[in-house]
């Protein structure tokens, strides 16, 4: 079954066409890898579908509802969430507290639990802390949980940007360049934290540019190329593909 | 809250607040520090818009002069007794509150800055212009104080006294609570990446409206308790300058902190008192004081203390 699909997408800013009418579908379970040149319209087909940016046509159903016109935050409620290709983070939070506040979805507390401490106000905090504990140990940094955000290594903000991510459990998981900046030996160590993210039920999509990790993570591959999807299939079928290979590498000059 | 330290400093505090009327007996002094007071409750409610949820209102003097007009005329033209005419002028303060911030919230950074700044003065225009409605710069005299009580009146200065303190202290009390719960975590989040928290499902347009109907609502309780206490009002309690007076013992004090609005507040204002015999000379005082405070004390007064404490509980 499909989780998401995204039928005729075009985004358009000015005369630019970043994305042109493309169609492709999420399978729930499986990791699926756009990839494509530089400027192909990857992170802008994210930011469309996470509810970044307004499609200028085009539809997108998640779990067969229409959530095309929906705004950002109603989109992550839905169970959509997504890293940023420039970590984003909490910067001057600790990393428990950036855990935390991506809870927040989860919870109803507001302003007058808040003076009253009532016992649903404790209770979610209570929850709120456990799944942030959860999921700092499901990406690897529970040991830098009372650390400042700002002042943990690039890799372990990758890492946190994760958890930040699935503290909530969502269906579907936008990653967006996730070992971009990321050492070699430590490449490897994300290439498993997102294959365990699929195994724990986790529906995966990423953008990257590290073809060795796509290959070797991916169940599924779409290529954009100006903007159009030039081709989709498995990893092995991606790399038997002329179009794919002219695109990245030209054409042969003689 | 965590350490017991804090705890400790609050009861102090609580305690010398308690028994300062019983140790200052210049009713000039008191009224200097009730003033204090009065203006911390709006400070506290500048850190919520500010200090937590990171939008700078320049229009916060406005929200104080609805609260305080509002129970003036209630008082003085519709013969209204106190209670009923403060919480009129805190529903009041929190209803344009409501619509500014429905419009103004949709901007960002610099553009909400100075929208909040241009609905402040338009405020302020009215106060100063609509003779009928406000007497204009002549003001509003003879406001009178609160009714009494059961055997509690509030005619004398020291009564008074205690009554801004314990506005003062509700005040702390919810800010407080604010910080340390899910919604005072939801503020500090937008606060710090407004994007990423909307991509966690945060809905930022609704956390920065109650953020701001919480800040005007302590404006307007702090309006309120100024119409009572000097018993006079005119346009100048509500400019934009005050809107900035405000702002700059928000940040000497600590913008996020729970002790900051009290600390700059009163620091600033017995600060200004005791210089007031220096007239314009004490600028030469209060100039370089402030470039220690921003070289030293980026993060204001309590801020730097929170530092402090953190660095030496996180060193192992």
Not at chain 1, 72 to 78: I, N, P, Y
Not at chain 1, 118 to 147: D, N, Q, V
Not at chain 2, 186 to 200: G, H, K, M, R, Y
Request: net charge positive; glycine share 10%; hydrophobic share 50%.
């Amino acid at each position: 079954m499909s989780l998401l699909e995204v039928k005729s997408l075009t985004k358009r800013f000015g005369g630019l066409t970043a994305v042109n009418d493309v169609s492709f579908s999420l399978e729930a379970g499986a990791i699926t890898a756009i990839i494509g040149p530089n400027g192909a319209g990857k992170s802008t087909c994210f930011n469309v579908i996470s509810g970044f940016y307004a499609a200028t046509s085009g539809r997108l159903f998640f779990e067969g509802a229409d959530i095309t016109a929906l705004p950002l935050h109603a989109v992550a409620r839905r169970g959509i969430a997504r890293t940023f290709q420039t970590t984003a983070l909490f910067a001057n939070h600790s990393a428990l507290d950036n855990a935390i506040a991506g809870y927040r979805q989860r919870t109803r507390s507001g302003f007058f639990d808040a003076l009253l401490r009532t016992p649903r106000e404790r209770r979610e905090e209570r929850e709120a802390r456990e799944h942030a504990y959860e999921a700092l140990r499901f990406a690897g940094i529970e040991s830098s949980a009372a650390r400042i955000a700002g002042s943990l290594s690039q890799e372990a903000q990758k890492r946190l940007a994760i958890a930040i991510a699935i503290v909530a459990r969502p269906k579907l998981v936008l990653l967006d360049e996730p070992v971009a900046g990321v050492s070699g030996d430590q490449m490897a160590q994300h290439g498993e934290l997102i294959a365990r993210m699929s195994q724990a039920g986790f529906t995966v999509c990423l953008v990257e540019h590290k073809m060795d990790l796509v290959m070797g993570l991916a169940d599924r591959i779409v290529v954009l190329h100006h903007g159009r999807k030039i081709a989709e299939g498995t990893p092995a079928e991606i790399r038997a593909d002329d179009a794919v290979v002219e695109a990245y590498l030209g054409t042969a000059v003689a | 809250m965590r350490t017991r330290t804090l705890p400790a400093a609050w009861s102090l505090t609580a305690i010398l607040a308690l028994a300062l009327p019983a140790v200052v007996h210049n009713p000039y002094y008191l009224q200097v520090i009730v003033g204090g007071y009065v203006t911390a409750i709006a400070v506290y409610g500048l850190n919520v818009i500010l200090g937590y949820a990171g939008q700078l209102s320049l229009g916060h003097a406005a929200f104080f002069g609805i609260g305080a007009y509002t129970v003036a005329l209630l008082e003085t033209r519709a013969g209204l007794s106190f209670w009923p005419a403060l919480a009129a002028g805190c529903a009041l303060s929190v209803a344009i509150g409501y619509l500014v911030g429905a419009i103004s919230l949709r901007t960002r950074g610099h553009y909400f800055a100075i929208f909040t700044a241009a609905v402040g003065v338009m405020i302020g225009v009215v106060f100063t212009n609509d003779q009928q409605l406000t007497n204009g710069n002549i003001g509003i005299v003879n406001i009178p104080p609160p009714a009494p009580i059961g055997p509690i009146s509030f005619e004398s200065p020291v009564a008074k006294y205690y009554l801004v303190l314990a506005a003062l202290a509700f005040a702390i009390w919810i800010v407080a609570r604010v910080r340390y719960s899910l919604l005072g975590r939801t503020l500090l989040a937008l606060a710090s990446n407004e994007d990423l928290a909307a991509s966690v499902g945060i809905d930022v347009m609704r956390a920065k409206r109650l953020a701001f109907m919480l800040a005007t609502f302590l404006a307007g309780l702090a309006g309120g308790m100024f119409a009572i206490f000097v018993g006079f009002l005119g346009p100048d309690s509500s400019g934009l300058d005050v809107s900035f007076d405000m702002l700059l013992y928000l940040i000497v004090g600590g913008a996020g902190t729970i002790a900051g609005p009290l600390v700059g507040t009163l620091g600033i204002v017995v600060l200004t008192q005791w210089l007031q015999g220096f007239e314009h000379y004490k600028l030469l005082v209060f100039g370089p004081l402030l470039i220690v405070l921003v070289r030293f004390f980026p993060a204001g007064i309590a801020g730097g203390f929170a530092r402090l404490r953190w660095r030496r509980t996180a060193t192992p």
